[in-house]
């Protein structure tokens, strides 16, 4: 379940060392080397979800983006760092990409009882 070491893992199987990460593969099991069609990433996504036990309805492709944009907010990373990594331009979409990261760091409740 760690996106890490599963992303470790898929690199050095597959043996990318530059270029698109998400790849197809043949038939032959040989790694192909375009990009995936961004609805095979949805499927992908979906079907992993589903196999968790998870309502594949509610995952997509976004989802890895938004997870990567939380979690990145969640550690401290500035909001322009994150756009140059997900190449977004405009500050108030990148946003909608942050699943309230920090919602209980701050919260005004906090410390009152």
Same mark, same amino acid.
């Given at each position: 379940?760690?996106p890490?070491r !599963?992303?470790?893992?898929?690199?050095? !199987?597959?043996? %990318?060392?530059?270029?698109?990460?998400?790849?197809?593969? /043949? #038939?032959?099991?040989? $790694? *192909?080397?375009e990009?995936l069609?961004?609805?095979?990433?949805?499927?992908? $996504?979906?079907?992993?979800? &589903? #196999?968790? @036990?998870l /309502?594949? &309805?509610?995952?997509? @492709?976004? =989802?890895? #983006?938004a997870?990567?944009? +939380?979690? !990145?907010?969640?550690?401290?990373?500035?909001? /322009?760092? %994150?756009?140059? *990594? +997900?190449l977004?331009? =405009?500050?108030?979409?990148?946003?909608t990409?942050?699943?309230?990261?920090?919602?209980? /760091?701050?919260?005004a409740?906090g410390?009152?009882?």
């Amino acid at each position: 379940m760690c996106p890490v070491r !599963a992303l470790a893992r898929w690199l050095e !199987a597959s043996g %990318i060392s530059e270029g698109p990460i998400f790849r197809g593969i /043949d #038939r032959h099991g040989h $790694v *192909q080397a375009e990009r995936l069609h961004p609805c095979s990433v949805a499927r992908v $996504v979906k079907r992993c979800a &589903e #196999r968790a @036990g998870l /309502d594949p &309805e509610k995952f997509a @492709g976004h =989802s890895l #983006r938004a997870g990567f944009a +939380t979690t !990145a907010a969640k550690r401290g990373k500035s909001l /322009d760092a %994150i756009m140059r *990594q +997900t190449l977004h331009r =405009s500050e108030r979409v990148a946003r909608t990409y942050i699943r309230h990261a920090k919602l209980f /760091d701050d919260n005004a409740a906090g410390g009152l009882f």
